[in-house]
Every structure is written in C-alpha cells, then in structure tokens.
C-alpha cells in the first residue's frame, strides 16, 4: 500500500515555525545574515503566534507589515524582516509544511516604501590624509590602527573582510602587490590591488609584531605586546571612530572609508567598471550610490563626442 503524502497546512503552528525558522538559518552562509534573520523571524514568530488561529498567508504578512509601520520603523528595517519572512515561507513550503500557492502568495507582498534618499558620508583627499596622520607613530599599536585605516580607505574593505585578511594572503602578481581571491560578503570572491603606499603601513605593521602568518591584525594587551589570533569588526569601529574625533572630522563608521574609497578612485579617473571590481558589488547601480553619482545635465557627456558641426566662419 502507497505511503500517504502529508497535506500542506494553512495554519503553522509553534513547532513548525521553530523547524522552518532552522532551515532558514542553516541555509545562510554569513554569520551577520543568520543574526540578522534570527531576530527578524523570532519576532515575527512572536506576532504569528498571538493569535493561533491565524493562516500563514499574503493578507497576514501584508497585516504584518502593517503593524511594523505602525511601529515606525525604518523601510530598510521593515524590509528586511519581510525578506525573512519571505524566506521562513520558501522553507516551509519547502519541507512540505505549508502549501506552495500560499508561499508564492507571501513572496508577493510588497515592502516598504523608500521616500527620499539618506545622507551619505564621504572625505576629501585631505581628511583623509588628517585621518591617517593621526597614527604616524611608531609605537605598535600606532603602526597596527595606522595600517587599519590605509587599508580601509586604499583598498575599501569591509570590516570583516579586513578583519579576516592574513599575512599570507598578500600576494604579488603583474609587478603590484594584491589581496587574490578575498572571499567577501555573498562568498563572492574578487582580487583587491593593494597600493604601495598601504603595503607599506602593513609591511611596518608586520615587522613590529613580528607577524610570521595567520591574521593580519590582532589584539595588543595592556603591556603592549600582541596577543591572540585576530579582533572582532567591532575593534575596527572604534579605532576609525576615535581617529575621526582626535582629528575633528566627526563621527564616521568604517563603511565611509569603503565609501570615501571608491569617490576617490572616480575622481582619480578610475573607470566605473574597475571601481565595480575593487568592491565587489554585483550590480553596477550599488557602485554608484557609493560614488554618489548624479546625471549632469549642463556639460552633458553627449555634448561634446566628436560630431558635431564645424562653426561657420
């Protein structure tokens, strides 16, 4: 006699999140993205369940959506707890808990709105020179911040990709020194171009903690000698936080020497696509909210390409 197949429900209940909930979490690679979906899916859970009898369907999580702008929070944040949402059903329809015309019927739902653009922060060539100078000694943990911050506003790592960076990794190809194959942020690997001036603040670096292999930048104790196997990102902020205030810049956050990074590149003449590369973005459009590219209208690029008319004597 054939097996009988088990029906998909409309009604999930405890157990059967808590199960999809962990298909969803072992199925992200990056440790931030399975914080990030955890606390968005255990509080959606939270909501689901205060009222048992509620279908896990399209007019639910648009109801829930609802209820998180009644809350006030930001569309960035709304959305991201929906695509959580949206993935808490993929799996479950997945597993055979919930029924495939319902999990496509959440997928539909709509995010938030994004009204007007946020502010971005980006230095000047000479913030940035005043933001590296801050660091110019020579004691050890001067060398080891100065080398954070050359590589962060040379090369425009993220802080976990610059907190995952070993000695070894550094590599010297074309007569230019590289970082080859630097897994980032999706797991999409790219080569990041390491500028003199930078290998250089790592090399100092290297020499006084007398780094053989292994993480590049580590932890260096109250007698002054360095210690472990590497810090958190969240060194990494306070070390660009406290360099910004000695100098007087303000408070920035890592993120805006990847920013500062890429504009510098732009302004250089560096071409879109290569800037693309540097970073590692998938879409060409990400790169240029980095830059903060507007289309000009006066002095268009189409003005002047080489066919237009000869004046008249």
């Known amino acids: 006699m054939a097996k009988r197949t088990k029906k998909p429900k409309s009604v999930l209940k405890l157990p059967d999140l808590d199960f999809s909930r962990s298909a969803v979490l072992n199925s992200l690679p990056s440790l931030n ?3 990030s979906y955890e606390h968005a899916i255990r509080d959606f859970i939270e909501w689901y369940c205060s009222e048992p009898r509620l279908a896990f369907n399209k007019t639910v999580v648009t109801r829930y959506r609802i209820a998180l702008e009644q809350c ?8 991201l707890r929906l695509a959580a949402v949206r993935r808490l059903a993929y799996e479950a329809s997945d597993c055979g808990l919930l029924s495939p015309d319902l999990a496509a019927g959440i997928r539909r739902v709509k995010g938030a709105k994004r009204l007007g653009v946020r502010v971005r922060n980006w230095l000047t060539a000479d913030q940035g020179k005043k933001l590296l100078a801050v660091h110019s000694g020579k004691h050890l943990r001067d060398l080891r911040n100065h080398a954070v911050l050359a590589m962060l506003l040379g090369c425009g790592l993220r802080r976990a990709e610059l907190a995952a960076v070993k000695v070894e990794d550094f590599e010297l190809r ?62 990494i902020w306070s070390i660009v936080r406290e360099a910004a205030i000695t100098c007087g810049i303000g408070v920035i956050a890592p993120h805006d020497l990847r920013r500062t990074c890429a504009r510098l590149c732009h302004q250089a003449g560096g071409e879109l696509e290569q800037i693309q590369f540097l970073l590692g973005h998938v879409s060409i459009q990400t790169t240029e909210r980095y830059l903060g590219c507007k289309q000009r209208l006066q002095n268009a690029v189409n003005d002047q390409i080489g066919l237009e008319p000869e004046a008249s004597g």
């Open 33 to 35: 993205s399975r914080r």
């Open 174 to 235: 074309e007569d230019h020194w590289i970082l080859a194959d630097l897994i980032g942020k999706g797991r999409h690997m790219r080569t990041i171009p390491v500028p003199i001036w930078v290998k250089s603040a790592v090399d100092e670096w290297i020499d006084a903690a007398k780094l053989k292999n292994g993480t590049l930048f580590r932890a260096i104790g109250k007698t002054g000698k360095v210690h472990g196997c590497g810090f958190t990102a969240k060194v």
């Open 72 to 79: 006030r929070y930001a569309p960035s944040t709304i959305n």
